[in-house]
Nanobody, 114 residues
Framework: QVQLVESGGGLVQAGGSLRLSCTAS????????MGWYRQAPGKQRELVAT???????NYSDSVKGRFTISRDSAKNKVYLQMNSLKPEDTSVYYC????????WGQGTQVTVSS
C-alpha cells in the first residue's frame, strides 16, 4: 500500500512563506498524478494544486500565483511552496497520490496569523 507522509507545516504570519513536503513510499513517477488538498474546520476538503506524471500543473484560483507545486522524483518527494500566505490559507494540508486509486497522507497543519 502506498504511504504518503507530509511535513513542513506550522505557524506563520500573514505574508510569510512555508514549504510543505510529501514523501512517498515509491517513486513519484509511478503516480498518474499527485497533489495537495486542504480542509479547514467545518469546510469540505478542497483542491490546492496537482501535478501529473508529465509535469502538468493545476492550481485552484485561490492560490494561483502564490503557491507552486513541484516534485523531485529521485527523492520520491512532492513539494508545495506557499508564498504570500493569508489567514484564509489556514487549514490541514493533505498530500494525495493516484496510481490505481487515491492514497492520502495524514495531513499537516498550516496556521496563518493576521
Amino acid at each position: 500500500q502506498v504511504q504518503l507522509v507530509e511535513s513542513g507545516g506550522g505557524l506563520v504570519q500573514a505574508g510569510g512563506s512555508l514549504r510543505l513536503s510529501c514523501t512517498a513510499s515509491e517513486t513519484s513517477l509511478n503516480f498518474n498524478a499527485m497533489g495537495w488538498y486542504r480542509q479547514a474546520p467545518g469546510k469540505q476538503r478542497e483542491l490546492v494544486a496537482t501535478i501529473t506524471s508529465s509535469g502538468i500543473t493545476n492550481y485552484s484560483d485561490s492560490v494561483k500565483g502564490r503557491f507552486t507545486i513541484s516534485r523531485d522524483s529521485a527523492k520520491n518527494k512532492v513539494y508545495l511552496q506557499m508564498n504570500s500566505l493569508k489567514p484564509e490559507d489556514t487549514s490541514v494540508y493533505y498530500c494525495a497520490g493516484h496510481i490505481r486509486t487515491w492514497s492520502w497522507g495524514q495531513g499537516t497543519q498550516v496556521t496563518v496569523s493576521s
